[in-house]
């Protein structure tokens, strides 16, 4: 079992930023890689970024490369993604989650993830 928690959400004005944490326990964390997905209002949940076990691969939505950056701490066992330059369109629960089961075959699918965290809501006002 792996227990995520998400945090760092938060009302923000367009051009800002955030940085969310996701912090783990329960397995290795430096085992398994990570991913942060979201979901607006009325929207299917969406791939933002990912990044593998040890840090050495990342992967982005096209809607955030150049803005976003993901990055792990695993003497932390915490994933975090520095959001700048913020838009409306960024509005989402932000969920973390990890791909213990997969080997990191499908990093930008939901279906490559076993463990979900609770979200964090993050509003970008213009």
């Known amino acids: 079992q792996v227990q995520l928690v998400e945090s760092g959400g938060g009302l923000v004005q367009t051009g800002g930023s955030l940085r969310l944490s996701c912090a783990a326990s329960?397995?290795?964390?430096?085992?398994?890689?990570m991913g942060w997905f979201r979901q607006a209002p009325g929207k299917e949940r969406e791939f933002v970024a990912a990044?593998?076990?040890?840090?050495?691969?990342?992967y982005y939505a096209d809607s955030v490369k150049g803005r976003f950056t993901i990055s792990r701490d695993n003497a932390k066992s915490t994933v975090y993604l520095q959001m700048n330059g913020l838009k409306p369109e960024d509005s989402a629960v932000y969920y973390c989650?990890?791909?213990?089961?997969?080997?990191?075959?499908?990093?930008?699918?939901?279906?490559?993830?076993?463990?979900w965290g609770q979200g964090t809501q993050v509003t970008v006002s213009s």
């Open positions: 989650a990890a791909d213990v089961g997969t080997a990191g075959l499908y990093p930008t699918k939901l279906y490559g993830y076993d463990y």
């Open positions: 329960g397995r290795t964390f430096s085992r398994y890689g």
């Open positions: 990044i593998t076990w040890n840090g050495s691969r990342t």
